[in-house]
């Protein structure tokens, strides 16, 4: 750390204004060049495959909600699926890690975690991935270094500065892949952290996912600056400004801003555009937007629909997809019936988990 | 309020609703709402402000219509920015305002600890009363919503511990309103906990039962206009011999479930407001019964209970024919599932007041 920090003060010490500008640029300028990623038939359909998945469980979890049977506060990722599968199809699985915040389906899956695990967390049941203790809100997976799902708006990005600082220390060659909502963005520790992140030259991709409403809020009611990737600037963190509908632009994006942090760059903030479909948790009455505005995302930038184009233009034919969606369901009920059936924890298990050891 | 808008207030009203003696019924949730218009239009230092309090009106509508009535300089949307919430507050308190800002979720109010108790709690003294910060900070806590780890604490104790902070907390819409009230009209820094498991009716603790609303309750005849309940003053939810329990919030109404229940001639004290608290309606209660037993939701350890139960000691202790009973949530954090096995419902209140009777 020592070292990473000398260089970070030598850079600034002969700091010329233009190639600041330049550098902050730099990597935008690099994505624009060449937007999309040149996936192969086999990759497409991994991505296709993935980020239906995701939206295939988000709508049976829905349906869950409303029969009763996951309770309290649930948040679907229908709609920005192409980030999370963008992003962490670019990862090196053996050595980053991953936080987010509470809207984390997409980001468990994105990892090909059994989905049954999950829906059992959601239903608060004992075979769930956190015992039943976390739920909708709290996964976690130490074999995938995924550091959670966590409530508190904003305060895993601190935490994704941790995670960065240990990759770091340990010379282990990871970087940390730290999201945050356009709603997070305005917590003041998000700051705290880039600002230590830039000082200390660490390895984490600070990930907005802006899907332009927190809860009832539209970005613009609530942001100075809603141009999101803008906000590095102030502590010398490159930005850059990526279409979140379209899994390979997010996947082309991450290319180049891991790259980046692997040869010693620092931090990247990047801002992924996308839209959430459905309400901001399952209580939402969505009085703040209107029908035509959210029909509009579903019929003209989805995302599944975008790669579904891009594979049937390739030869692939609306059967071939068909059979994927239908083993995806088949996948999808199974993990609904597990979660449905599977025993709630024990009562000791409140005691269990506080501290350690025996309470 | 002048004459005037009282009556335009009035004529107007469209809360709650009138049952045959003409008198008006209110919920929680109505007469927060009201409290805060009958504030608005009365004094123009008042303010509102909050995560979705304006446009949307509030997650729980407790200050639905408020912009659309007193407009945006009076009532608006702040980013998700706790910390900047309640220091921008104490600044414009410290200026002559009388900012009532509502932090989402009680949950949500440990990123703006250090305003509250550095600055919020601190300013009067400091300045040997030349500044001071008469904000109103409300908040809905508590549980028994399924809302897991981060939708159902009750952080009350920490507050009751920093001195110069006051802590208020209602369990009726009646009090709800004259309570809010005189929190607003106070100058000093006042947390405003509200019940969120009572907003739409009164909670029995007997969650398998139908769900009662609040328009068979006495204490839901809220008069219209201005009034106010001071804070420090307790009230006795019903008279008795056997034994004196002391509740506040959502416990209130489970403990007198519970009483009725068991026929048990309990005298149970609605504490009101913790700080500053009536202690000497506490002493002649415990006088009178000689056995006390406290009940609050929050976890048992350096909880308010064990305030309550070292001033009963102190104060009552010739009194006491029995051992003080505590029934409180358990050292744990709120859990996800479980929810019942944790809340301390009428089963532990029943036991402890069975052996509060013996002893
Ligand atoms: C510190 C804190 N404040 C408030 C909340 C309540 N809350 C939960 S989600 C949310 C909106 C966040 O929006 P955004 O960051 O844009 O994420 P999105 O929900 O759009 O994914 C709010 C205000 C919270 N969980 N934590
Ligand atoms: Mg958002």
């Given at each position: 750390?020592?070292?990473?920090k000398?260089?970070?003060?030598?850079?600034?010490?002969?700091?010329?204004?233009?190639?600041?500008?330049?550098?902050?640029?730099?990597?935008?300028?690099?994505?624009?060049?060449k937007?999309?990623?040149?996936?192969?038939?086999?990759?497409?359909?991994?991505?296709?495959?993935?980020?239906?998945?995701?939206?295939?469980?988000?709508?049976?979890?829905?349906?869950?909600?409303g029969?009763?049977?996951?309770?309290?506060?649930?948040?679907l990722?229908?709609?920005?699926?192409?980030?999370?599968?963008?992003?962490?199809?670019?990862?090196?699985?053996?050595?980053?890690?991953?936080?987010?915040?509470?809207?984390?389906?997409?980001?468990?899956?994105?990892?090909?975690?059994d989905?049954?695990?999950?829906?059992?967390?959601?239903?608060?049941?004992?075979?769930?991935?956190?015992?039943?203790k976390?739920?909708?809100?709290?996964?976690?997976?130490?074999?995938?270094?995924?550091?959670?799902?966590?409530?508190?708006?904003?305060?895993?990005?601190?935490?994704?500065?941790?995670?960065?600082?240990?990759?770091?220390?340990?010379?282990?060659?990871?970087?940390?892949?730290?999201?945050?909502?356009?709603?997070?963005?305005?917590?003041?520790?998000?700051?705290?952290?880039?600002?230590?992140?830039?000082?200390?030259?660490?390895?984490?991709?600070?990930?907005?996912?802006?899907?332009?409403?927190?809860?009832?809020?539209?970005?613009?009611?609530?942001?100075?600056?809603?141009?999101?990737?803008?906000?590095g600037?102030?502590?010398?963190?490159?930005?850059?400004?990526?279409?979140?509908?379209?899994?390979?632009?997010?996947?082309?994006?991450?290319?180049?801003?891991?790259?980046?942090?692997?040869?010693?760059?620092?931090?990247?903030?990047?801002?992924?555009?996308?839209?959430?479909?459905?309400?901001?948790?399952?209580?939402?009455?969505?009085?703040?937007?209107t029908?035509?505005?959210?029909?509009?995302?579903?019929?003209?930038?989805d995302?599944?629909?975008?790669?579904?184009?891009?594979?049937?233009?390739?030869?692939?034919?609306?059967?071939?997809l068909?059979?994927?969606?239908?083993?995806?369901?088949?996948?999808?009920?199974?993990?609904?019936d597990?979660?449905?059936?599977?025993?709630?924890?024990?009562?000791?298990?409140?005691?269990?988990?506080?501290?350690?050891?025996?309470? | 309020?002048?004459?005037?808008?009282?009556?335009?207030?009035?004529?107007?009203?469209?809360?709650?609703?009138?049952?045959?003696?003409?008198?008006?019924?209110l919920?929680?949730?109505?007469?927060?709402?009201?409290?805060?218009?009958?504030?608005?239009?009365?004094?123009?230092?008042?303010?509102?402000?909050?995560?979705?309090?304006?446009?949307?009106?509030?997650v729980?509508?407790?200050?639905?219509?408020?912009?659309?009535?007193?407009?945006?300089?009076?009532?608006?949307?702040?980013?998700i920015?706790?910390?900047?919430?309640?220091?921008?507050?104490?600044?414009?308190?410290?200026?002559?305002?009388?900012?009532?800002?509502?932090?989402?979720?009680?949950?949500?109010?440990?990123p703006?600890?250090?305003?509250?108790?550095?600055?919020?709690?601190?300013?009067?003294?400091?300045?040997?009363?030349?500044?001071?910060?008469?904000?109103?900070?409300?908040?809905?806590?508590?549980?028994?919503?399924?809302?897991?780890?981060?939708?159902?604490?009750?952080?009350?104790?920490?507050?009751t511990?920093?001195?110069?902070l006051?802590?208020?907390?209602?369990?009726?819409?009646?009090?709800?309103?004259?309570?809010?009230?005189?929190?607003?009209?106070?100058?000093?820094?006042?947390?405003?906990?509200?019940?969120?498991?009572?907003?739409?009716?009164?909670?029995?603790?007997?969650?398998?039962?139908?769900?009662?609303?609040?328009?068979?309750?006495?204490?839901?005849?809220?008069?219209?206009?201005?009034?106010?309940?001071?804070?420090?003053?307790?009230?006795?939810?019903r008279?008795?011999?056997?034994?004196?329990?002391?509740?506040?919030?959502?416990?209130?109404?489970?403990?007198?479930?519970?009483?009725?229940?068991?026929?048990?001639?309990?005298?149970?004290?609605?504490?009101?407001?913790?700080?500053?608290?009536?202690?000497?309606?506490?002493?002649?209660?415990?006088?009178?019964?000689?056995?006390?037993?406290?009940?609050?939701?929050?976890?048992?350890?350096?909880?308010?209970?064990?305030?309550?139960?070292?001033?009963?000691?102190?104060?009552?202790?010739?009194?006491?024919?029995?051992?003080?009973?505590?029934?409180?949530?358990?050292d744990?954090?709120?859990?996800?599932?479980?929810?019942?096995?944790?809340?301390?419902?009428?089963?532990?209140?029943?036991?402890?007041?069975?052996?509060?009777?013996?002893?």
């Amino acid at each position: 750390m020592a070292n990473a920090k000398a260089e970070k003060t030598a850079a600034n010490a002969n700091a010329n204004p233009a190639e600041d500008d330049f550098s902050l640029r730099s990597l935008q300028e690099a994505h624009q060049d060449k937007p999309r990623f040149d996936a192969s038939e086999e990759q497409m359909l991994d991505f296709y495959r993935q980020m239906l998945l995701i939206r295939r469980f988000e709508e049976k979890a829905g349906q869950l909600y409303g029969l009763g049977l996951i309770g309290g506060f649930c948040h679907l990722y229908i709609g920005q699926e192409a980030v999370a599968i963008g992003l962490q199809s670019a990862l090196d699985n053996d050595r980053d890690s991953v936080i987010t915040g509470y809207r984390d389906h997409g980001h468990m899956l994105a990892y090909g975690i059994d989905p049954k695990v999950i829906m059992a967390e959601l239903t608060g049941r004992a075979a769930g991935i956190s015992k039943g203790k976390g739920g909708s809100m709290h996964m976690f997976s130490t074999e995938h270094k995924f550091y959670g799902g966590h409530g508190i708006v904003g305060a895993q990005v601190a935490l994704g500065g941790g995670l960065a600082l240990a990759h770091q220390y340990n010379d282990d060659g990871g970087l940390c892949l730290a999201y945050f909502g356009d709603g997070a963005a305005n917590q003041g520790q998000v700051y705290e952290t880039m600002n230590m992140a830039s000082l200390w030259n660490l390895p984490i991709v600070f990930v907005v996912e802006n899907n332009q409403y927190a809860m009832g809020t539209a970005v613009n009611r609530s942001s100075a600056e809603t141009e999101f990737y803008r906000r590095g600037t102030a502590f010398r963190i490159p930005g850059m400004d990526v279409n979140g509908m379209d899994v390979l632009e997010v996947r082309g994006a991450a290319e180049i801003a891991f790259d980046h942090v692997r040869q010693g760059g620092g931090p990247v903030l990047m801002e992924c555009n996308t839209y959430r479909y459905r309400g901001h948790s399952m209580s939402d009455p969505a009085k703040y937007r209107t029908r035509e505005e959210v029909q509009g995302y579903r019929d003209t930038k989805d995302p599944i629909e975008a790669i579904k184009k891009t594979l049937m233009e390739k030869g692939k034919s609306e059967d071939d997809l068909k059979a994927i969606d239908k083993d995806i369901r088949k996948i999808v009920a199974e993990a609904a019936d597990f979660a449905e059936n599977s025993p709630e924890p024990e009562a000791a298990e409140l005691y269990t988990d506080v501290l350690v050891g025996e309470y | 309020m002048s004459d005037v808008a009282d009556k335009q207030q009035g004529a107007k009203s469209r809360k709650g609703t009138k049952d045959a003696d003409g008198d008006r019924r209110l919920n929680m949730i109505e007469a927060i709402n009201d409290a805060l218009d009958i504030m608005l239009e009365r004094d123009p230092d008042v303010i509102i402000m909050g995560e979705d309090v304006g446009y949307f009106g509030g997650v729980f509508r407790a200050t639905a219509h408020l912009q659309e009535k007193h407009g945006k300089t009076r009532v608006f949307d702040t980013p998700i920015s706790e910390c900047g919430i309640i220091g921008v507050a104490v600044g414009m308190g410290a200026y002559g305002l009388r900012p009532v800002p509502e932090i989402q979720f009680a949950d949500y109010i440990y990123p703006g600890l250090d305003q509250l108790i550095s600055e919020a709690a601190r300013l009067r003294y400091r300045s040997a009363a030349e500044y001071i910060a008469p904000l109103t900070v409300r908040s809905p806590f508590g549980g028994g919503i399924f809302g897991g780890q981060t939708h159902s604490q009750s952080p009350e104790s920490i507050f009751t511990h920093v001195a110069g902070l006051k802590t208020v907390i209602p369990s009726t819409p009646h009090d709800a309103k004259g309570l809010l009230i005189a929190a607003i009209e106070d100058n000093d820094p006042v947390i405003f906990f509200e019940p969120k498991r009572i907003y739409n009716g009164p909670f029995s603790g007997y969650y398998d039962r139908p769900v009662q609303s609040w328009a068979k309750h006495a204490d839901s005849v809220v008069p219209e206009g201005y009034y106010r309940i001071p804070l420090g003053k307790a009230r006795t939810v019903r008279e008795g011999t056997q034994m004196t329990v002391l509740a506040y919030g959502t416990m209130v109404h489970v403990a007198e479930a519970v009483a009725r229940e068991k026929n048990i001639d309990a005298e149970i004290l609605d504490l009101r407001t913790l700080v500053p608290l009536d202690i000497k309606a506490v002493e002649k209660s415990v006088e009178k019964t000689g056995k006390c037993m406290i009940v609050h939701e929050a976890t048992r350890t350096s909880g308010f209970g064990a305030e309550l139960s070292a001033l009963v000691q102190e104060r009552c202790f010739y009194h006491l024919e029995a051992p003080i009973e505590r029934v409180t949530g358990f050292d744990t954090p709120y859990p996800h599932s479980l929810e019942w096995a944790y809340f301390p419902g009428p089963i532990r209140i029943g036991e402890a007041m069975d052996k509060l009777l013996e002893g």
